[in-house]
């Protein structure tokens, strides 16, 4: 299985809790670290380690700082990273689409079947193609 590196490896992750992604009786469901459930709701940021799905809210931030794909990541090489979108209020824990939009891995749209995710569901995402990383191989 190909793994993804961080492209950006002086940004180092911070100690974060990040809460982990199952498919349960036709629902997606978030499962705290300390271990709560609940129905999936909006935007969150996922990596996918060893078959794991990792996630939290996209818009999360800790000390003024957004918490990333290498804050879920641990700073570690990933099988897939990107966001997932759920539908909210009466529709919680189900998936409308999912991207593979993380700009510190960036991983390729090919190689889906990586995150564990429902692959009819996915989107290429778009990347700020401002800043190319040199990537060695």
Request: proline fraction near 5%; hydrophobic fraction near 35%; charged fraction near 25%.
């Amino acid at each position: 299985m190909k793994k993804f590196p961080n492209l950006f490896p002086d940004d180092l992750p911070i100690l974060i809790h990040r809460s982990g992604l199952v498919f349960k009786e036709g629902k997606w469901r978030e499962v705290t670290y300390k271990g709560e459930e609940r129905s999936a709701s909006g935007v969150y940021n996922f990596v996918t380690l060893e078959g794991k799905v990792f996630i939290r809210r996209a818009s999360a931030r800790v000390a003024g700082r957004a918490i990333g794909h290498i804050d879920l990541a641990m700073g570690k090489d990933v099988d897939y990273a990107g966001r997932l979108y759920f539908s909210g209020r009466t529709k919680r824990g189900i998936l409308r689409k999912w991207t593979n939009e993380s700009g510190h891995y960036r991983p390729d749209p090919k190689f889906i079947s990586n995150a564990g995710l429902p692959e009819k569901l996915f989107e290429a995402g778009q990347f700020n193609s401002l800043i190319s990383p040199v990537i060695s191989q």
